[in-house]
């Protein structure tokens, strides 16, 4: 069982960067792999970024080369930095872990197990 809680959300403007946290229970948390999603109204849920326990990362192509997705394990947390907001990037984000994930796969939302209840982010000027 994994418990997520997602924190740092907000309102910012477009062009500013935000950090959003998910952090982890359990004593096995090195073993899942973790992503991000976001939902905006009317819109389906999307992948943003993942990240397995040694590191290797996935990124959707609407953020790459503007956020970022890292994990600490010891501290049972994975951080996405996210850079150069705009508008199209509002959305309830949220964290989800997930243990099986053959190659190509960290993408796919129904191999995620456990889910955090989301953080709102909004960009608007």
């Known amino acids: 069982q994994v418990q997520l809680e997602e924190s740092g959300g907000g309102l910012v403007r477009p062009g500013d960067s935000l950090r959003l946290s998910c952090a982890a229970s359990g004593r096995t948390f090195s073993t899942y792999v973790i992503g991000w999603f976001r939902q905006a109204p009317g819109q389906e849920r999307e992948i943003v970024a993942a990240?397995?326990?040694?590191?290797?990362?996935y990124y959707a192509d609407f953020v790459k080369g503007r956020f970022i997705i890292s994990r600490d394990n010891r501290k049972n947390t994975v951080d996405l930095e996210m850079n150069n907001l705009n508008a199209n990037d509002t959305a309830v984000y949220s964290c989800?872990?997930?243990?099986?994930?053959?190659?190509?796969?960290?993408?796919?939302?129904?191999?995620?197990?456990?889910w955090g209840q989301g953080t709102q982010v909004t960009v608007s000027s």
């Open positions: 990240v397995r326990g040694n590191g290797g990362s």
């Open positions: 989800a872990a997930g243990r099986t994930f053959p190659a190509g796969t960290m993408a796919t939302s129904r191999r995620y197990e456990y």
